[in-house]
């Protein structure tokens, strides 16, 4: 995959994750689908967890903090 692609599935999958109310024990799934899809992500563009979360919350228009 492309960068961008990387980073569009972690948007996507962040959104999902955020839109079931962040619930791990009913969601889990969408938990673990959205902390794959950060740290490949974070991986490929070489930058840290925490700027790729940041960069995925920033594209969603929410809080850059963490």
Same mark, same amino acid.
């Given at each position: 995959?492309?960068?961008? /692609?990387?980073?569009?599935? @972690?948007?996507? $999958? &962040?959104?999902?994750?955020?839109?079931?109310? %962040? !619930?791990?024990?009913?969601?889990?799934?969408?938990? /673990?689908?959205?902390?794959? @899809?950060?740290? $490949? &992500?974070?991986?490929?563009?070489?930058?840290? %967890? !925490?700027?790729?979360?940041?960069?995925?919350?920033?594209?969603?228009?929410?809080?850059?903090?963490?």
């Amino acid at each position: 995959m492309m960068l961008e /692609e990387l980073f569009l599935d @972690a948007v996507h $999958t &962040y959104k999902d994750w955020w839109d079931c109310g %962040r !619930d791990f024990n009913l969601h889990a799934d969408k938990f /673990e689908a959205w902390d794959m @899809a950060i740290n $490949t &992500y974070s991986f490929t563009a070489m930058i840290s %967890r !925490d700027e790729a979360i940041n960069q995925v919350r920033a594209a969603l228009g929410m809080s850059n903090q963490i």
